[in-house]
């Protein structure tokens, strides 16, 4: 029922399988004024594609996005955006092969339980094609929010054992992983690359950062920011944990090492350390807000792997193809954009907070 | 704006602060006929409440329900449920000694922000005393996930360093702690113990588990099972992170071990391995449900700390009081209540997914 | 599933049945800052409740409120308010007579066959009772209202054959029918009382008009002002039709006759007439709203009616008791919440219309 | 804010412009399984587009639909459903000379006071063009409600002074005007022509009916069937009020007339008369659903008009162009759209009322 809504204020709806006629999202709740083109979206959906570099699968899709409504004269209207990015690559016949096939890691078997039916082709509604209409969406989302100076900015913080231990936001796209720290850029880039070999993949940790939220941001009791924020990087796929600020250190920390002392910065209250991530009982504290979310590795790999068909019968499966090894490096924009997609909606919401 | 709300089918409103009348929830959307008396609740917040061992805080709150509305000659109506738990610990006088403080890891500050006025008794509504309406309606969601077979059970994973091994069902009420593996359960207890009496507090991981969820329960792209799950468990008070599965584990995997083959267990189709911890595409799968959050330490405590006063001057602060010393015990009963909230809602929806 | 929930951003939930614990709302959404006393809400209580006049049910009730959460220092704090009015006039032995019989006009039947179950005292949740949770929260919508300098006035436009030609706002509240033209008014009393001695009921129509709303207010292109104005006075019992402007009439009007020119009042746009009762394409713009609704005549008549039992034979039925004659002077202050609380929501969703 | 999103279960979100790339529509919500084709959707746009008679504008839209998203194999899939239609007739040069000018009737002054732009070509998004797609979605809740053997048919019941007083079924699509009366056929059809023939424009009613919708259908104490209904058929531009079964003749009937009395009809409970619409307190009996909707006389009209510039200035305007004499035969397929799209919400609503 209807799960493909997200947001109150600023509402999106996306649409679209694999191997339809694209993917796209109408974005309901856009306020009129904002000055938008597609190139604004273009430019996010190029850092998603396909293709970009040797880190991620070799398909190529163009992804070019169309504005088809609520644009005029350069400024959105109020009225809803219709973004379609239009499928090209639809070679479907590979998966013929495997129609009856579950394979494992993937939604094949959850969806046919679900719905009765799946479209089996690149995995239908549930192939990552479809994070395409969050990105394009989320670019908006990021141009309203930088209308209240509000950015939003990930990278990928670990890959296997390997982890950023220095953030320097100049560096992360300069490299293809988009890594914040130049000396362990090349050592995650050569683990990709030789686990891609084995015909294997391999996970990693995605953090994404928001600077300038203000503080009072987020509606307890239950859209808190970081339960809002937490909902939204659990929804991208893959996806199998969201941490904000110390995250699960906390479980070894005593209180008097977790709470953030305030102090004044200025005539500005701040806190000593951001051990909560920006966010305290659900709302913004004026921090930056942190948060993490792990990838697992891509579920297709080249590796012939135990799995039922869709009778139950035993049969094993190789998922051929060309697969990315790593999801990190194109889940750094979806991961941005579904924060921004939150963000906006909960600055709008604080506009109806106070008398 | 309207963030005490949660669900979409069985929907909840609460509402309450820690000194005022009480505090209380509306049910909106639970069915009919369900068999439902107040004893069906009690259990559930007596789990949650104050006072209950040497590890919880010693306040005492009766925390008595009662049913205002929609039940009938024993069963639920189909019309909204009214629940009210009054409150009697009303002695506020300590908190004006404070009232121009922001307590550090509290949302003294944010809620000042965020509405320009704050209510300082308590925490007013960001005390974890507004917990107790979700517990309340949780154990409603209970026993209509009981009516699917469907069962939700929570236990303290980890106090600081010490984590449970085992997970042995029939011990976790036997404890204080809510461990459900003996042979850590007496270290869990020392440890909070000696933190307790330096005026300390430490914080913990607790894990969840629902059995016989059947598979095909969750609604992609974005109310997905999961993440409607970590939305839920992130609302809770002093939640820092959620993962499901093998979680944060994930950035360390390689594809090939991370991916649960399919096997047939019978007639029934089911994984060798449950890393996925149950959900797959943002469907259940048919597995247990596993997931744990982080619950950072409690953020009052008995030593002095830094902070700033409402008028932007620097003081210290001392939270003196009765506070839990951790949170994981009573936290226990508020995850499966968020769990099976999440839980109903998502059987309901899935009602609606087939012709 | 779920229908006692209502608006979007000033989010109201009621709960309650006629011969329960009482009757409450939780309002979620208010904002911070409106100084709100429970007398504010009384004085629109009273004048919904029963007892108040000849034309009226003698039935009595107390109708006191309690606001039990929400409020600190004398003003809302952003948080959820919860008001319960309790019931006093608990004799339901009158119910036991006629609990297999299904009333005509009344709910009985259609609750049954939804729920499977009723609760047959007092019609329960179908009983008009339940618009006390209404008015009550209407009561606050009308204070924020008021803030904005919008003014909701309802008043009896017409009983039986009987229609008001006048609109004088300061008679209304003179006169036990809530009626605007004092020419009119002892002529709709006779007609109820004659009515009533005959043991029969009698219908007519409200009219409510809002002042004061800015032009933008209102969301197309389903939440329209007009849409939504639609639906919430529908929303109301006995209700069986909504009108805005010339309404009905506009079926035999030519477009050269209906459509509004515009004119200047000094510097402001406005228009020469208001055929389109201050709302064109679902927004307002700036003149008085202008609305109309039907109300059916009471259900309950001391007359016999052919019915049927709930196990499928003829009978019949008196519906003893003490009933309103004519709903339209209770129904006024309940037409007049409902038009506010849709109002307030518009208004709020004003402010995140433009950039 | 986010005002183009109807429905709670099978949600639809409309999006596009009288002169963009076009008018489309996403449904969220539809269940997997239903067949379902373009020409499903198409024979529905084709009875409301442009063109099709002389008594509608004589423009020329092709108004095909195509289904970009959400079907496989001939079948839903549970996935989210794109439509598009795109615009061809996109000369808007026309609308260049009136850019400054506020339309009497018409939503260009509340536009631009909503959102401080507009889009002058055609009305932009309050252009009637928006309806196709809610027809293009009601024709999926059409054919998912006769999967339940339910049927909605609308007619126009009354132009100017000529009502239908009977009601063929099988007459409706016979003429252009869509009467179910032959009688007063070509008295309708007359007084429009003769109206076009003076510039103007003529008002009328259109009536909806339900048939096979069962006994339990709808959602107290808000979303009622009635109260959504009503909301539906308002949305609907030009609709200036709506009515159910006796509608505001009850403001003249007594109890004793007005009511329903129940009676057996074999084993089957009904009622002897239907004066409620098939709706008892916002719950369907098991009648028909009767309402009807009056739509003003189209705003469009050659004549010259007083109005103001967007400047303040006093002006005159002539709308000249191809505009739909009367909106009811259009209005019919838009009605029962709209008509459809409530009735399937609660349809599956009602999957949830009970155990």
């Not at 509000?150 to 100049?170: L, M």
């Not at 004044?264 to 942190?290: F, M, P, Q, Y």
């Not at 039922?308 to 889940?331: F, L, M, W």
């Not at 924060?339 to 909606?345: E, F, K, R």
Request: net charge positive; hydrophobic share 35%; aromatic share 6%.
């Amino acid at each position: 029922m209807a799960g493909s809504t997200f947001g109150k204020i600023f509402k999106i709806a996306t649409w679209g399988e694999s191997h339809g006629a694209g993917v796209g999202v109408v974005v309901d709740g856009c306020p009129a004024g904002l000055p938008l083109k597609e190139a604004d979206i273009q430019k996010e959906l190029d850092r998603r594609k396909t293709g970009q570099s040797k880190v991620t699968t070799t398909r190529k899709e163009a992804d070019k996005v169309r504005i088809l409504s609520g644009v005029f004269q350069g400024k959105t209207m109020g009225t809803p955006i219709a973004l379609w990015i239009e499928n090209h690559d639809a070679d479907s016949s590979k998966y013929e092969l495997i129609k009856d096939l579950y394979r494992p890691g993937h939604a094949d078997y959850t969806y046919q339980m679900k719905y009765g039916m799946r479209d089996y082709r690149g995995g239908g509604r549930s192939s990552a094609r479809e994070t395409a209409g969050r990105v394009a969406a989320g670019a908006i989302a990021k141009k309203l929010l930088a209308h209240y100076k509000i950015k939003v900015i990930g990278y990928t913080r670990k890959i296997g054992p390997f982890s950023a231990k220095k953030i320097d936001f100049n560096e992360i796209e300069r490299n293809i992983i988009r890594c914040p720290d130049k000396a362990v850029t090349d050592k995650m880039i050569d683990h990709i690359m030789k686990i891609r070999k084995k015909g294997d993949s391999v996970g990693g940790v995605v953090e994404v950062i928001a600077k300038n939220v203000p503080a009072g941001i987020g509606e307890p009791v239950f859209d808190r920011l970081d339960a809002d924020l937490a909902k939204a990087v659990m929804s991208i796929p893959a996806v199998k944990g969201v941490e904000i600020g110390v995250g699960f250190e906390a479980a070894e920390m005593l209180g008097s090492e977790c709470n953030d002392a305030f102090v004044l910065k200025g005539k500005k209250i701040s806190t000593k350390t951001n051990h909560a991530g920006g966010i305290l009982g659900g709302i913004s504290n004026g921090e930056n807000i942190v948060l993490r979310l792990v990838v697992k590795p891509t579920s297709s790999i080249n590796k012939t792997q135990n799995t039922v068909t869709q009778k139950g019968k035993k049969a094993t499966i190789n998922v051929e193809g060309r697969h990315d090894p790593c999801i990190c490096p194109r889940a750094v924009p979806i991961a941005e954009a579904m924060v921004a997609l939150t963000l906006i909606d909960h600055v709008m919401r604080q506009k109806l907070s106070r008398l």
